[in-house]
């Protein structure tokens, strides 16, 4: 995502739904002394364990939707799986475009379709099987953005002109079963008792992909927005 910014030395980045600073970390090795780097993020939670990881960052408490910047602040704007959970996507795209310098470079990514994911597919099949539709649907939000004449449709009603969406395929580990089932979408969804029934259900689903340590590696792709502002 940095590289898809072009943060380069001296250069001003704004990472949106920074959260704990997963991608924000990458940034002050590429924008140097003379850079700024800047995370926002509308948990103020996740940017208290972000600060305690003491780096040369700007934390910021806000929405992407209203970003608290002037016109044309960033040489750069990256948002790395946060647009799928926003309010109002395309405000939010217009607010990222809205802080862009002239010149400067838009990088968002979101989770491919769910089906483009099959570990991931399939556990959202047991959990049709064994819950409410609303659990279900739940954990597919993640993933409600995997269609690029969509995501492109969106950049249009931001403003944003020449956006490109190119695949990217990685894929996700987990040093167990429990450790994915106990992320925070599932946690937050199931009680205890249904986590244990879940996992009995999804060991058998996953089985193909939990190797002899115990520890799993799920396909995972996604779809990244690039855009440069005149």
């Given at each position: 995502?940095a590289?898809?910014?072009r943060?380069?030395?001296?250069?001003?980045?704004?990472?949106?739904?920074?959260g704990t600073g997963?991608?924000?970390?990458?940034?002050?090795?590429r924008?140097?002394?003379w850079?700024?780097?800047?995370?926002?993020d509308?948990?103020?939670?996740?940017?208290?364990?972000?600060?305690a990881?003491?780096?040369?960052?700007e934390?910021?408490k806000?929405?992407?939707?209203?970003?608290?910047?002037?016109?044309?602040?960033?040489?750069?704007?990256?948002s790395?799986?946060?647009?799928?959970?926003f309010?109002?996507r395309p405000?939010a795209?217009a607010?990222?475009w809205?802080?862009?310098r002239?010149?400067?470079h838009?990088?968002?990514?979101?989770w491919?379709?769910?089906?483009?994911?099959?570990?991931?597919?399939?556990l959202?099949?047991?959990?049709?099987?064994?819950?409410?539709?609303?659990?279900?649907?739940?954990?597919?939000?993640?993933?409600?953005?995997g269609?690029v004449?969509f995501?492109?449709a969106?950049?249009?009603r931001?403003?944003?002109?020449?956006?490109?969406?190119?695949?990217?395929?990685?894929?996700?580990?987990?040093?167990?079963?429990?450790?994915?089932?106990?992320?925070?979408?599932?946690?937050g969804?199931?009680?205890?008792?249904?986590?244990e029934r879940?996992h009995e259900?999804?060991?058998?689903?996953?089985?193909?992909?939990?190797?002899?340590?115990?520890?799993?590696?799920?396909?995972?792709?996604a779809l990244?927005?690039t855009?440069?502002?005149p």
């Open positions: 995502m590289e898809l910014a943060a380069r030395p001296g250069t001003h980045v704004l990472d949106i739904a920074c997963a991608a924000t970390f990458w940034l002050p090795d924008v140097g002394t850079g700024r780097v800047v995370g926002l509308a948990s103020a939670d996740m940017l208290a364990l972000a600060r990881r003491g780096q040369h960052i934390w910021v806000g929405r992407a939707e209203a970003l608290p910047f002037p016109d044309a602040s960033f040489d750069a704007v990256v790395q799986f946060g647009l799928m959970f309010d109002d405000r795209l607010e990222m809205r802080v862009l002239p010149s400067g838009l990088a968002v990514a979101v491919d379709r769910i089906e483009r994911a099959p570990g991931y597919a399939a959202a099949r047991v959990l049709d099987e064994l819950f409410e539709p609303s659990v279900g649907r739940a954990f597919r939000a993640p993933f409600a953005l269609d004449p995501l492109l969106a950049c249009a931001a403003g944003i002109r020449d956006a490109r969406v190119d695949a990217y395929h990685g894929s996700v580990r987990f040093p167990s079963l429990a450790a994915l089932l106990r992320t925070e979408t599932l946690a969804l199931l009680d205890e008792a249904q986590l879940l259900h999804a060991r058998r689903a996953l089985a193909g992909a939990i190797g002899a340590d115990g520890a799993l590696e799920l396909a995972c792709p990244v927005v855009a440069k502002r």
